[in-house]
C-alpha cells in the first residue's frame, strides 16, 4: 500500500471513530454538566446528583456544591483557582530536590520554571526545557501530569458556562465553578484516560516509576533509557490537549509513539473530546442541529487543512524527495509522511502542541499550514473547552453580521446580540492576534530576541512567529530552531500564554453571564436559521477572513516567502 | 430641491415613496469640508483613523515630496471627504423640510383669553389661548372649548380640511397649523422648543439623531477591527525591517486604510439617516431611532380590522328574499328604501341593485317622501305616493315595526339572519306595510369588504415570520370570518383596551416584539407598551404621547410598510459590512506583492492582478477603496432593495451579491484603476 492510500485509510478510520465515539460521548457530558433540575430531559437520569468521591472534594475544598454562581463569581473561582495552581507549579519544581522522588534532579532555575508553571495551568504545554532532564517523577506525576487534567477541566467548564448562557433564560446563575471542574475530572478526563492509559500501555508506551536504565548497546556503547510513568501521562496530555511531552521527542520518541496505531489513537485521544463537545451543546440548549453546525464547520476546516498539508508535503521539491514520495525530513518516517501531516495538523488545530514529527522541517507550505491552523484560533475544533468557547464566539460575530443580512436585530439561539455582547465578542476576535503580532515585533526587533534564532530570513521569522501563535494560542507545539529557554522567551511567552488564556476566558464567562440574563426570542420564518449548510458555510468564511486575514501579512515574510521563493 | 409640500402625497390614500431624488453633490461637498473637524470625526473611529493617516501622509508628502506621496495624500484626504459627502448627502435632505418647518412656527403670534398679545415662544403649558380663523395655532395643545375645520398641511402635507372639537378623541391639535373656520380655545400643552413641529424639525434634520442600539453594535465591531488591522500593520513594520524590506510610512497608511472597514465605517451613519428619512418621506415621525430597528424586529402585529384589514364601511353584497317573494322584487325594494340614504351602507345597496339586478337608479320619485334613519327608530326608509312603506334597519327594530302593524314572520328570518351572522355580516331586515298588512320581505346581506391587495400582504409577512392578529370590537365569530377572508393569523373579538393591554404583554413575555397603531386615549396604554407603537396623526395627544412614532397620514396599512423599512435599514447595514471586510482579500493581494516583491521576489506570485508597478498597486487599492464609497452612496440611501421573503433565502441571496461581489468586484476594480493610474508619469 502507498503511503497515501495508508493516510487516507488512517484519516477515515479516525473520522469512523470520532464518528461514532461523538454522539454517545457528547450526551453523556451534557447529562454530567446539566445540574439544574429545569434543564435537559425529563428523565429520571437528568440531573444527576453528587458522587460520593466528588462529595469528598467539595467538603476539602468548602464549597457548597448546591449553590449555583452568578458570572463574576464563577470568573473569580475559575482565576483563583488557576493563580494557586501556578504558585503552586512553580514552587513544586523550585524545590523539587528537596523532594522525595527527585530523581536526582536539581531545583528549576525561575524563568524556566515560572513559564512552565504558566504553560501547564494554561493548557499550553510549551516547554522551554527538556523533561527527561530537567523534572522529577514527583513534579511529572504531582504537578504536571495533576495540571493536565485540572487544566483542561478549567477549560470545559467556562465552555460549559458558555452554553448554559445560551441555554438558560432570565437567570443571573451560570452554575457553579467547583462542580463543573470536578466532574470534568471525574466523570469524563479520569475515565476516558484511564482507558487510554491501559490501551497505551498494551500498545508498548512505557509505565514505571525507574529513574531509567543503562544498556550497553550491540555496538558497544553505553546507553542510557529513562523510564517513567509515561502512558498514563501519555494518555491525559491527549485526551486533555494538553501537548506535554514526557521527553523532550514528545510523541516522536519511540516510547511514547511507540507504534503508527498508538500514533493515530494519540490523535483521536487528542480529537475526541473537542469534536464531542459541539453534541453536548446541542443537547443542552436544546437543539441538536445546532451542535451539528459547530462541529460541521469544525470538521470542514479540519479536513480542508489535512488535505492541503498532505499536499504540500507530497509535492516537496528536489528529485530525492520526489522519490520517496514526499519530504521526510524531520517525519516520523517509521510510519510514513501521511501520519505525520495528520497528527502535525490535529495538534495545531487542537490546543495539544505534542508532536510526532518536526513542524520546523516541513515544506515551507506545510509549515505555514500548521501555524495557520492556531491561527485560526484553534476552533477547528481547538482545545478541550476552548475550542467550542472559541467557536461560539465566531459564530457570534457570524450571526451578527449576517443576522443584519435577513432584516433584524441579530439574535443567536434566541439570544439578542447587543451592544455588551458584541463589545465581549469584538474584544475576544482581538486578544490573540495583538498578542502574537506585538510579542513577534517585540522579539525581532530586539537583540535579545534575535540571539535566539538559529535560522536567518523568512525561515527564522517563521520560527519566531511560531512560537508566539503558539504560546498565545495555547497551543504549546513549537517549531523547533529557536533557543526558548532563555529570560527573554521565558517571560515574553509565558506572559503570551497567560493572556492568550484568561483574558478569552473572562471575556467569554461575562458573554455567558450576560446571554444567561437575556430572555429567549422566538424562532420564525424571520429568524436566521443557524443550523443549516449555509450558515456553516459562512461561519466557516468569518474564521477565515475575519481572523485569518489578519494574519496574511507575517506570514506573506515568513513562511510564504519561503515558500514561493 | 422640493419642498416639504410637494414631496407629500396629497392623498392619505397608501403613500409611495417619492422616486430618488438625484444627489446633490454640491452643497453636499461644502457640509463634506465642514465635518473635516477632528472632534467630530472621532464618533466614527474608522474615518478618524482615515483622517489621521491623511494628516501624516500630508505632512510626508510636504517633508519628502513625490508623486507618488501627493497621490496617496491626496487620495486619503478623499476618502475622508467622501465619507463626510455621504452624511452630508443624507441631511441635506431633510434640510428643505425643516426650513418649511420652522418657518411655521417662527411667524406665530398667540392671543390669550383677555384679548392680550404674547409670541408664541413665551407659551407655558396650562395657559389658554383663542385662535379663531385665518390664524395659526401657537403651541401644540387640547381643544376646550368650540370646534374649527383646520389645515394640516404644513405638518402632514395633506391639503383636505381636518374637524377639531372640544372633548373626545378629536381634540389635539398641533402648533403651526392652520384654522380655517371657527374659533377655538386651546390649552397649550407643550413647553416652548419641545413642541411636535420642534421635534420633527431636529428629526427630519437628524441634528438629535442618536445612534441606535444596533448601529452602537456594529461600531463596536467595526472599531475592533480597526484596531486588530493597526495592530497588524504597525506589527509589520518590525518585521519587514527583520527581513530587509522596511516599508515607507506612507505605504503602511496606505495599507492601514484599505484594510480598515471605510466603506461601512463611511456609510454608516448615512445609512442610519437615510433610513429615518425613508420614514419621513412615507409621512411617519419615529421618535426615537431605537423604534425603527424594533420595526424590523417585530414579531407580532397588531392591527385594527376597520380602516386596515377592511374598508372603513360595510357594504351590502346580497338580497335574500324571504317567504314567496323573489329576489328581483326584494332588490326593487331595497333600491327604493335607499335612494335617499347618503350613507355608504345605503349608497352600497342602490350600487349593488344597479349592478347585480340591473336597476337604474330612479332619481325623481314624485310625491314619495323619505324617512331617515334616527337613533330611536333604527330604521330608515321610504313611504310611496300608493301607499306603502318601505322599511329597513337592524333586525329587531324591523320585526317590532312588523309586528307592531299586526304583520306577520316567516319563521326562515331567524335562520337568514343567523346564517349571515355567523358568516361574519351585518343582516339588515326589509319590510313593507300596506293596507293589506306588514310583512318581511327580504334581509340585505350588508359585509365587512376586505381591502384589496390585504391577503397578499398578509401571506407576505407570514413569510417574513410575523404574524398578524386582528383587533376588533366584533364578536368572535364574525371576527373569525374576516380574519379568515383576509389571511389574518389571529383575532382578538369584543377587544376592550384591557385586553389589547393584555395582549401585548402575554407576546412579550413569550420574547416577542409587538408593533400596533392607535389613536384613541385608551389606546395609549397599549401604544406605549407596544415595542412599535405608531399613532395617528388624527389621535388625541395621549395617543401621540404614548407611541413612538407618529403617522401623518393617520393610515394604519402603514405599520406594515414600516416594518419593511425598519428591515431594510438592517439589512443595508449587514450588506454593507459585509461587503467592505470581503474587500480586504483583494487589497492584500493588490499591496502585499507590492510591498514585498523587492525582497522576496516569489511574492510576485501573489500579484495575481499583475498590476503594473508597486507604486501603482498601493496608489490603485487607495483609489478603489476611495471611490467605492462615492459609489455605494446611493445604495446607502436609497437602502439594499428588501425583498418579503424567508430567512434564509435572504441571507443567500443577500451573501450572494455583497459577499460573493464583495470578493470579486475589488479584483476588476483595481485592476482597472491601474491601467488607469500607470499611465501617471512617476507611478509606472
Known amino acids: ?565 | 430641491m422640493t419642498t416639504a409640500l410637494d414631496r407629500r402625497p396629497v392623498s392619505a390614500a397608501p403613500t409611495e415613496p417619492r422616486p430618488s431624488a438625484s444627489i446633490e453633490w454640491g452643497p453636499a461637498m461644502a457640509g463634506a469640508v465642514r465635518k473635516l473637524d477632528p472632534r467630530g470625526l472621532v464618533r466614527q473611529p474608522v474615518v478618524f483613523v482615515v483622517w489621521v493617516g491623511s494628516v501624516f501622509s500630508t505632512v510626508l508628502a510636504i517633508t519628502d515630496p513625490s508623486v507618488f506621496g501627493w497621490l496617496i495624500a491626496g487620495w486619503l484626504w478623499l476618502t475622508v471627504l467622501s465619507a463626510n459627502a455621504a452624511e452630508a448627502v443624507a441631511e441635506g435632505r431633510g434640510k428643505a423640510q425643516a426650513d418649511t418647518l420652522r418657518k411655521a412656527r417662527q411667524t406665530t403670534v398667540a392671543y390669550l383669553l383677555d384679548g392680550s398679545e404674547v409670541p408664541a415662544a413665551d407659551l407655558r403649558p396650562g395657559m389658554r389661548v383663542v385662535v379663531v380663523a385665518g390664524q395659526v395655532i401657537p403651541g401644540d395643545g387640547e381643544v376646550v372649548e368650540g370646534i374649527a375645520s383646520v389645515d394640516e398641511s404644513a405638518i402632514t402635507g395633506e391639503s383636505a380640511p381636518v374637524i377639531r372639537e372640544s372633548g373626545g378623541d378629536r381634540s389635539a391639535v398641533t402648533g403651526g397649523t392652520t384654522v380655517l373656520s371657527d374659533r377655538i380655545v386651546v390649552e397649550i400643552t407643550s413647553k416652548p422648543g419641545e413642541t411636535f413641529v420642534d421635534r420633527m424639525i431636529a428629526l427630519v434634520e437628524g441634528a438629535s439623531r442618536q445612534r441606535t442600539p444596533n448601529e452602537i453594535a456594529l461600531n463596536i465591531l467595526l472599531s475592533s477591527l480597526t484596531i486588530v488591522f493597526l495592530v497588524v500593520v504597525i506589527t509589520l513594520q518590525p518585521l519587514a525591517i527583520y527581513s530587509g524590506a522596511e516599508q515607507s510610512l506612507t505605504t503602511l497608511i496606505a495599507l492601514v486604510v484599505c484594510l480598515i472597514p471605510t466603506t461601512i465605517g463611511a456609510l454608516l451613519s448615512a445609512i442610519g439617516i437615510a433610513g429615518m428619512d425613508r420614514l419621513v418621506q412615507r409621512n411617519v415621525l419615529a421618535m426615537s431611532g431605537r423604534a425603527v430597528e424594533a420595526a424590523g424586529d417585530v414579531n407580532t402585529l397588531l392591527l385594527d380590522k376597520t380602516g386596515t384589514i377592511t374598508l372603513g364601511n360595510r357594504q351590502a353584497s346580497e338580497f335574500v328574499a324571504v317567504g314567496d317573494y323573489s329576489d328581483d322584487e326584494v332588490a326593487d325594494a331595497a333600491q327604493l328604501a335607499s335612494l335617499a340614504d347618503e350613507t355608504p351602507e345605503g349608497r352600497s345597496i342602490v350600487v349593488l341593485a344597479k349592478e347585480r339586478y340591473g336597476l337604474r337608479g330612479r332619481d325623481d320619485l314624485p310625491g314619495a317622501e323619505f324617512v331617515p334613519f334616527t337613533a330611536q327608530t333604527r330604521m330608515s326608509g321610504v313611504d310611496l305616493p300608493d301607499g306603502r312603506q318601505l322599511r329597513k334597519g337592524a333586525a329587531g327594530a324591523v320585526l317590532a315595526w312588523v309586528r307592531s302593524l299586526g304583520g306577520s314572520v316567516p319563521p326562515e328570518v331567524g335562520d337568514v339572519v343567523d346564517g349571515i351572522s355567523a358568516a361574519g355580516g351585518t343582516p339588515l331586515l326589509l319590510a313593507s306595510a300596506s293596507a293589506d298588512g306588514a310583512r318581511v320581505l327580504g334581509v340585505i346581506h350588508l359585509k365587512d369588504v376586505v381591502k384589496a391587495g390585504m391577503a397578499e400582504r398578509f401571506a407576505e409577512l407570514r413569510r417574513m415570520g410575523i404574524r398578524t392578529v386582528m383587533i376588533t370590537g366584533d364578536n368572535e365569530r364574525t371576527a373569525r370570518a374576516i380574519a379568515a377572508e383576509a389571511g389574518i393569523d389571529d383575532v382578538l373579538a369584543e377587544a376592550t383596551p384591557e385586553d389589547k393591554l393584555a395582549l401585548i404583554q402575554r407576546e412579550q413575555s413569550g420574547g416577542r416584539l409587538v408593533a400596533m397603531t392607535g389613536d384613541g386615549t385608551n389606546d395609549a396604554p397599549a401604544l406605549a407598551q407596544a415595542d412599535v407603537g405608531v399613532a395617528m396623526n388624527t389621535g388625541t395627544t395621549a395617543a401621540k404621547e404614548a407611541g413612538n412614532m407618529v403617522d401623518l397620514d393617520s393610515d394604519p396599512t402603514k405599520l406594515i410598510e414600516i416594518v419593511e423599512i425598519g428591515k431594510q435599514l438592517l439589512i443595508t447595514r449587514g450588506s454593507l459590512t459585509t461587503f467592505s471586510i470581503a474587500n480586504d482579500l483583494a487589497k492584500y493581494f493588490a499591496i502585499l506583492p507590492a510591498m514585498f516583491a523587492g525582497v522576496f521576489p516569489g511574492l510576485d506570485a501573489l500579484n495575481v492582478m499583475r498590476l503594473s508597478s508597486p507604486e501603482s498597486a498601493i496608489l490603485s487599492a487607495v483609489v478603489f477603496n476611495a471611490l467605492i464609497i462615492v459609489a455605494l452612496v446611493p445604495l446607502a440611501l436609497r437602502g439594499v432593495k428588501y425583498r418579503p421573503a424567508s430567512a434564509s433565502a435572504m441571507l443567500r441571496r443577500n451573501l450572494a451579491v455583497y459577499g460573493v461581489g464583495g470578493v470579486v468586484l475589488p479584483f476588476v476594480g483595481i485592476k482597472l484603476i491601474d491601467l488607469l493610474v500607470s499611465l501617471i508619469p512617476g507611478i509606472a
Do not use: C
Not at chain 1, 119 to 142: I, K, R
Not at chain 1, 187 to 216: D, F, I, K, W, Y
Open chain 1, 1 to 565: 500500500m502507498s503511503a497515501a492510500a495508508a493516510g487516507w485509510l488512517q484519516a477515515g478510520l479516525l473520522v469512523l471513530a470520532l464518528a461514532l465515539v461523538h454522539r454517545p460521548l457528547g450526551d453523556w457530558m451534557a447529562r454530567a454538566f446539566t445540574t439544574d433540575p429545569a434543564e435537559g430531559p425529563k428523565s429520571r437520569f437528568w440531573p444527576q446528583g453528587h458522587w460520593r468521591v466528588e462529595r469528598l472534594v467539595y467538603r476539602a475544598v468548602g464549597v457548597d456544591a448546591d449553590a449555583e454562581q452568578r458570572w463574576p463569581t464563577y470568573l473569580r473561582s475559575v482565576l483563583a483557582f488557576s493563580l494557586v495552581s501556578v504558585l503552586f507549579l512553580y514552587g513544586l519544581q523550585r524545590l523539587q530536590s528537596l523532594l522525595p522522588l527527585d530523581n536526582g534532579m536539581a531545583g528549576v532555575e525561575p524563568g524556566s520554571a515560572w513559564n512552565t508553571a504558566v504553560s501547564f495551568v494554561t493548557n499550553t504545554n510549551w516547554q522551554g526545557y527538556s523533561g527527561e532532564s530537567t523534572m522529577g517523577h514527583l513534579v511529572q506525576m504531582a504537578g504536571l501530569a495533576v495540571q493536565n487534567f485540572v487544566s483542561a477541566a478549567v477549560g470545559i467548564a467556562v465552555a460549559v458556562a458558555l452554553v448554559r448562557g445560551f441555554a438558560r433564560s432570565g437567570t443571573d446563575r451560570l452554575g457553579n465553578f467547583w462542580v463543573d471542574v470536578t466532574r470534568a475530572i471525574t466523570r469524563v478526563l479520569l475515565p476516558l484516560a484511564t482507558v487510554a492509559a491501559v490501551v497505551l500501555v498494551l500498545g508498548g508506551v512505557v509505565q514505571n516509576l525507574s529513574s531509567g536504565t543503562e544498556a550497553t548497546t550491540l555496538a558497544g556503547a553505553t546507553q542510557f533509557l529513562p523510564g517513567g510513568p509515561v502512558a498514563s501521562q501519555e494518555a491525559i496530555k491527549e485526551l486533555g490537549t494538553n501537548g506535554g511531552g514526557f521527553y523532550n521527542a514528545n510523541s516522536a520518541h519511540p516510547f511514547e509513539g511507540p507504534s503508527a496505531w498508538v500514533s493515530l489513537f494519540q490523535v483521536f485521544l487528542l480529537l475526541v473530546i473537542p469534536f464531542s463537545l459541539p453534541r453536548t451543546f446541542g443537547r443542552m440548549v436544546g437543539d441538536r442541529r445546532q451542535g451539528l453546525a459547530i462541529v460541521g464547520v469544525m470538521a470542514g476546516l479540519a479536513t480542508a487543512s489535512l488535505a492541503l498539508t498532505n499536499w504540500a508535503q507530497a509535492r516537496a521539491g528536489g528529485a530525492a524527495l520526489q522519490l520517496a514520495g514526499a519530504a521526510t525530513e524531520g517525519q516520523e518516517v517509521r510510519f510514513g509522511g501521511p501520519l505525520s501531516a495528520l497528527f502535525g495538523t490535529a495538534t495545531t488545530l487542537t490546543s495539544t502542541g505534542a508532536v510526532n514529527s518536526m513542524h520546523d522541517s516541513y515544506t515551507p507550505t506545510g509549515g505555514l499550514l500548521v501555524m495557520a491552523n492556531m491561527m485560526l484560533g484553534e476552533v477547528a475544533p481547538g482545545g478541550v473547552g476552548s475550542g467550542l468557547y472559541g467557536m461560539l464566539v465566531l459564530a457570534v460575530v457570524a450571526v451578527f453580521v449576517a443576522g443584519l443580512m435577513v432584516g433584524r436585530t441579530p439574535e443567536y439561539l434566541g439570544k439578542k446580540l447587543g451592544r455588551r455582547e458584541m463589545t465581549l465578542a469584538s474584544l475576544y476576535v482581538l486578544v490573540t492576534p495583538v498578542l502574537v503580532l506585538t510579542g513577534t515585533a517585540v522579539a525581532v526587533t530586539t537583540d535579545t530576541g534575535l540571539g535566539s534564532l538559529l535560522n536567518s530570513g523568512s525561515h527564522g521569522l517563521s520560527e519566531v512567529l511560531y512560537a508566539f501563535t503558539s504560546a498565545s494560542n495555547n497551543n504549546g507545539s513549537a517549531f523547533a530552531g529557536l533557543s526558548a529557554n532563555t529570560p527573554f522567551y521565558n517571560t515574553a511567552l509565558g506572559l503570551a500564554m497567560a493572556f492568550g488564556r484568561f483574558l478569552p476566558m473572562v471575556l467569554v464567562v461575562a458573554l455567558a453571564g450576560r446571554l444567561a440574563a437575556q430572555g429567549r426570542a422566538p424562532v420564525t420564518a424571520g429568524t436566521l436559521p443557524t443550523h443549516q449548510p449555509l450558515f456553516v458555510g459562512l461561519l466557516g468564511a468569518v474564521v477565515l477572513v475575519v481572523v485569518g486575514l489578519t494574519y496574511f501579512p507575517a506570514l506573506a515574510l515568513g513562511p510564504l516567502a519561503e515558500a514561493l521563493a
